[in-house]
């Protein structure tokens, strides 16, 4: 059971992580694709940084887990620009980052106009889901309900952790669940009707 943001896959359920790997705080957000309807149009594969050089080429921290499809994607979009820009090269960078050209963007100080906006992928060129993967906007806002059926709350972000991921749960009084990706707590993801069925490590 492997849930994808934007490329980026989330460690499937396990059931060899203690419940002392669960953190106690929830990572930042990363912002959402832009939508039209329940399926977003765009996927985003990384955080637009600092400029690098003086000829407008970008540094960008990958969010994505394919970093080598990049260079085979034609066209990106830039934060909430509603037209797509030519990717016109791609070469790594340091560590879970690399080296744009973009069309439009040929100095320094038109570079550093798009620091810290996300960069997005049209979604038929993500990676194809293989059976049992899913996006994170499958996973957001989908009711989660134990065994029984009682409701716990709706999934309103996904955490990434060494270990396993977690899925943050807002309760019906506004507080915070936190259910780890393990095979006996996460027990049935339905997308179709967004419902997650899940047994908290407190009741294990």
């Known amino acids: 059971m492997v849930a994808m943001s934007d490329e980026m896959p989330v460690t499937p359920p396990t059931d060899d992580t203690p419940a ?11 912002p959402a694709a832009p939508a039209t309807d ?4 765009r996927l ?3 955080i637009i940084g600092a ?18 499809r990049l260079p085979s994607i034609s066209h990106v979009y830039i934060g909430d620009e509603t037209e797509r820009r030519r990717l016109r090269t791609v070469r790594p960078g340091s560590e879970n980052s690399a080296i744009l050209t973009i069309a439009g ?17 049209g979604i038929r060129d993500a990676k194809p889901l293989e059976e049992g993967e899913y996006y994170w906007h499958q996973l957001i806002d989908m009711q989660a309900v134990t065994p029984e059926g009682e409701p716990l709350g709706i999934v309103t972000s996904i955490i990434q ?17 936190l259910l780890p990706a393990l095979k006996e707590v996460i027990l049935e993801i ?11 490590l407190e009741y294990l």
């Open 44 to 46: 985003l594969v990384g």
């Open 38 to 41: 329940e399926s977003p149009r």
């Open 51 to 68: 400029p690098h050089g003086i000829k407008g080429e970008l540094r960008v921290r990958l969010v994505t887990d394919f970093p080598e």
């Open 20 to 30: 002392s790997d669960l953190p106690t705080d929830a990572t930042a957000e990363l």
């Open 105 to 121: 963007i040929t100095d320094r100080d038109e570079a550093m106009q798009f620091r810290g906006e996300p960069l997005y992928i």
């Open 190 to 200: 339905d997308v179709p009707n967004k419902r997650m069925v899940a047994k908290p």
């Open 161 to 177: 952790t060494g270990a396993n991921d977690v899925y943050v749960i807002t309760q019906p009084d506004g507080t915070e669940l």
